[in-house]
């Protein structure tokens, strides 16, 4: 299968895979937003993200690693899922302590400690359900993640939903979840074993040595990323309230929506660009450009549009009741391009053998975020955390691109985003001079204008298109 055909399977079935959980989950959101109350909203907010931070901190920050070498060598897939499995089943207990002596710190109420612990009951088969993942997404083979997960996330919101008809609370929800992730790993370790071969326990005292020496660059990372993604929700938490932490909830939550697909498609062609590099410099480069250059394109007139339907968007997902998420929408609209920036560059990083610069830029940016949230949010609550979200991934994002500069010779693609960055920027303009005619008026032209330009300046063609398919 070609480089092309192959990047788009994987990123059809990543993509299903990345959107599942959030989409499943936002839908859940909309209905506790619409139908109970924007605290319970907060505090469903709050214990996802300690769910997300016991997802990914006991693989102390590997993931991508054991994903790249079993891609590269899957003669010892059995070697790196053994070894994984048993550092992650000891840092998931380890891990517990200092997260309990935190959320002692944060004084919750008694429902959110509740739900915090049932999140910890799931880390176990949830962490080892995400080692099976890593062998399908090594292996190429990601449809089956997406189906498990399609299917797993759909009888999960259907049952919470229920519950919460019929007046259940926050704990309950996570009960679920609990059964859920339980009936996954379930699953995913009996494909493995008919799909990619009988599964064997293999202990090195090596391999676990090998994969230490490399967490102490990945760990410190992967702590830095989750405070960059999310600090806010925790601060908020602590410094205003869980009424304030819905409404802000209520748009991020959006935002993330939107940055899913090209979010997939970045997972989705990690092991081929990690690939390319090893194979052909020239290749990499080029690879990097092209996919750089089309995901930018998609995203900047859906930063255009989320920014100037922020309004009806939030009315219709929730209610008039949540006013104040509008701004906060409208800001975080910018972000799109700058996380999906970030994220891309960190892929290149990683890529290139350039873990330690990764790191320096996730120091970077992490310090310069959590200093920008204590300040803006105490000024302007969740307005603040939203310009300090926005400000630190475009000084984290500059920074990675700085690194890559620097480290890979030739890799300039940078130069190539000024042109539909531009194009976007007239479309804004179109838009705004236009949208007094009525919206259909304004999204018609603003469209025309933009797709004009892009073959004005010749950013696309349909020989690069042809070039591009036939690889």
Excluded at 94 to 113: C, G, R, S, T
Excluded at 317 to 337: G, N, R, T
Aim: hydrophobic share 55%.
């Amino acid at each position: 299968m070609g480089t092309t055909k192959l990047v788009l399977k994987n990123t059809i079935a990543m993509g299903v895979n990345k959107i599942s959980m959030p989409l499943f989950t936002f839908l859940l959101i909309i209905y506790i937003a619409k139908f109970r109350n924007v605290e319970l909203l907060g505090q469903y907010s709050l214990v996802t993200v300690y769910y997300m931070i016991l997802q990914i901190l006991p693989f102390l920050g590997l993931a991508p690693l054991v994903v790249r070498e079993m891609s590269k060598r899957p003669y010892e897939r059995d070697l790196y899922l053994s070894n994984l499995s048993l550092l992650v089943i000891i840092s998931s207990v380890v891990l517990m302590l200092p997260l309990w002596l935190m959320i002692a710190y944060f004084d919750y109420p008694y429902e959110v400690n509740l739900s915090i612990f049932v999140v910890c009951l799931s880390v176990l088969p949830n962490s080892l359900a995400y080692v099976c993942e890593s062998a399908f997404i090594a292996a190429e083979k990601m449809e089956y993640i997406a189906v498990i997960i399609f299917i797993e996330n759909l009888i999960r919101v259907l049952i919470s939903i229920y519950l919460l008809h019929e007046g259940y609370g926050l704990k309950d929800l996570f009960i679920v979840l609990l059964f859920s992730k339980i009936a996954v790993f379930s699953v995913y370790f009996c494909l493995l074993n008919r799909a990619l071969g009988r599964f064997r326990f293999i202990f090195n005292r090596e391999k676990i040595s090998d994969l230490l020496r490399h967490a102490s660059i990945f760990f410190p990372s992967t702590i830095l990323f989750l405070i960059f993604s999310r600090g806010d929700q925790i601060l908020l938490s602590k410094l205003t309230s869980f009424k304030s932490l819905g409404y802000y909830t209520a748009a991020y939550r959006i935002i993330e929506a939107v940055s899913l697909l090209s979010s997939s498609i970045i997972v989705a062609s990690a092991p081929t660009i990690s690939r390319f590099y090893h194979k052909s410099l020239q290749s990499f480069i080029e690879l990097c450009r092209i996919e750089m250059k089309y995901i930018i394109l998609i995203l900047c007139p859906a930063m255009v549009y989320l920014f100037f339907f922020s309004e009806w968007i939030i009315r219709i997902l929730y209610s008039s009741a949540y006013q104040a998420s509008i701004p906060v929408l409208k800001i975080l609209a910018f972000s799109v391009l700058f996380s999906i920036m970030d994220q891309f560059f960190s892929i290149i990083l990683i890529s290139s053998d350039n873990q330690k610069n990764d790191l320096k830029a996730s120091i970077a940016g992490s310090a310069t975020y959590l200093v920008l949230l204590y300040i803006l949010i105490y000024k302007w609550d969740i307005v603040g955390s939203a310009v300090a979200t926005l400000s630190a991934l475009v000084f984290q994002s500059v920074v990675r691109y700085i690194f890559i500069f620097k480290n890979i010779s030739g890799m300039k693609i940078i130069t190539g985003l000024f042109k539909p960055v531009f194009c976007a920027a007239v479309m804004f303009l179109s838009f705004y001079c236009l949208y007094g005619y009525g919206y259909p008026v304004a999204i018609a032209a603003s469209a025309v204008v933009y797709v004009s330009m892009l073959f004005i300046l010749r950013i696309i063609s349909f020989k690069e298109f042809s070039a591009l398919y036939a690889k």
